[in-house]
């Protein structure tokens, strides 16, 4: 007979003889647990014990369990161990892998122990790629799993075009390297260098889209005068180099998305055109012109003549844009719709009589809006820095424009003309806005005090 069951059967004989009698040789915790032994309240055992199966037994790692910090139970000692290998590790899933330096279990200790899907390991856990740094493939997908080589053709400034331009032999020509892809092989990478030359992008049925990685590598063309890159198919470029000072440097008419590119020249845009996290040097011409949509967020403009000129039924949107150096106007808006909001604009009309910021059209500029946002022109003090265009809550002068919660005094930048255009901590531009982007230009945080700052910068 076990144990147990003495047990109830002692407790029966003792209750029927002397009524609410309780066996106090048991330990229980919870009502049905102790109810069972006609004992109204928890019955725990003493310091150093611990209750099981009703028996207070001493307390170990047995009775106790682990930490992940010492996750191996000495039965011996009683005591919690670091691990000594992966065995040790298996009773959680989120942390399968023994660090053998720390005895602890933990997600990963290299990329080798993370999956397809979360291939980079940081921090002793596994998670999807973010750059396209994170993958030895040189391609991190949308998906946050690293492209696999199978899917890419790779491009050197040595390379010869011959298919499948593969990582041990890469073609030479990004138009050479586009004949190669189709169905999931949709990426071309590119290796460090300077290159010479210009490519057509369209799409077809086995090809809707495709992304360029470009790894720091720069595309330049000597004899390009009609355009470098004419694209006409969903393109992605990212981390690339392009520079064409004799021609535009890009022909878009498709969706296109530009992440953290460095432009030298003109990008002519009659599709739909995305820029994040970029630099245009306008090198003494117009950065943009846009006759389609274009979005531009956390990216600078120097240079040249304007950073923007937008025409017919187009629509322009900034956000934590920097436009500076320019010798006429900053974006000057024929027609068309959009917002240029949290950005600053300052040094424009430098070698010109205009000096405004921002330009609409007298007949179409109540469709572009200029919110908490700093327009700074004092080059020409007679003439407001945005002309036509709806301005709300920002600070535009040094001419008042009137308009709601609109302000004109200096914005204190911190020096302008070095082209740093922080603001300063007493800057009359601090803790304006209500609502706004959630990071700043420089990718930190917004707001950092009691509302949101206007222009590109967030004061930390």
Avoid at 306 to 324: C, F, K, Q, R, Y
Avoid at 393 to 400: C, F, V
Wanted: aromatic share 4%; glycine share 12%.
């Amino acid at each position: 007979m076990s144990l147990r069951l003495s047990r109830l059967l002692l407790i029966a004989v003792v209750v029927s003889a002397c009524g609410t009698k309780t066996n106090s040789d048991v330990c229980c915790i919870g009502a049905a647990d102790c109810g069972q032994f006609g004992l109204e309240g928890d019955r725990p055992c003493g310091d150093g014990f611990t209750c099981v199966n009703n028996d207070c037994v001493v307390t170990s790692c047995e009775t106790e369990g682990c930490p992940l910090e010492q996750p191996v139970c000495n039965v011996v000692s009683g005591q919690c161990e670091g691990c000594a290998g992966p065995d040790d590790c298996t009773a959680n899933t989120a942390t399968p892998v023994c660090n053998i330096e720390s005895g602890v279990c933990v997600g990963c200790v290299t990329n080798m122990d993370c999956s397809d899907t979360t291939p980079i390991c940081d921090d002793m856990q596994c998670r999807g790629c973010t750059d396209d740094v994170d993958c030895d493939s040189g391609a991190c997908g949308d998906d946050g799993s690293c492209v696999a080589e199978a899917n890419i053709a790779y491009v050197s400034r040595t390379g010869i075009d011959a298919a499948p331009c593969s990582r041990q032999a890469p073609c030479g020509q990004l138009q050479f390297a586009r004949t190669t892809l189709g169905g999931e092989r949709r990426h071309i990478v590119m290796f460090p260098g300077d290159y010479d030359q210009g490519a057509g992008f369209s799409g077809s049925a086995d090809l809707p889209s495709m992304v360029v990685h470009g790894g720091g590598a720069t595309l330049a063309c000597s004899n390009c005068d009609d355009g470098m890159l004419n694209v006409s198919m969903e393109l992605e470029i990212r981390h690339l180099g392009l520079a064409n000072t004799n021609g535009i440097v890009m022909f878009a008419s498709s969706t296109v998305a530009l992440r953290d590119v460095r432009v030298r020249g003109r990008i002519s845009n009659v599709g739909d055109l995305t820029i994040d996290d970029s630099h245009v040097d306008c090198a003494n011409n117009l950065g943009i012109d846009n006759s389609g949509t274009l979005t531009v967020r956390r990216t600078e403009f120097v240079g040249g003549t304007s950073a923007i000129a937008a025409a017919g039924a187009s629509l322009t949107n900034l956000e934590n844009v920097l436009i500076h150096g320019m010798s006429d106007v900053g974006i000057n808006i024929l027609s068309g719709a959009g917002t240029v909001s949290f950005s600053t604009i300052t040094n424009v009309g430098n070698s010109a009589v205009d000096a405004r910021g921002v330009r609409c059209t007298e007949t179409g500029g109540s469709r572009f809006r200029v919110q908490s946002s700093i327009i700074w022109a004092p080059q020409e003090p007679a003439l407001p820095a945005v002309s036509y265009c709806r301005v709300e809550g920002s600070l535009a002068g040094p001419i008042q424009i009137v308009g709601d919660g609109n302000i004109s005094s200096d914005p204190q930048l911190v020096n302008a003309a070095a082209g740093d255009l922080h603001i300063s901590a007493t800057s009359p531009a601090k803790d304006q806005a209500p609502q706004g982007p959630a990071i700043d230009f420089d990718g930190a945080p917004r707001p950092a005090g009691a509302a949101f700052d206007l222009g590109a910068y967030e004061t930390q």
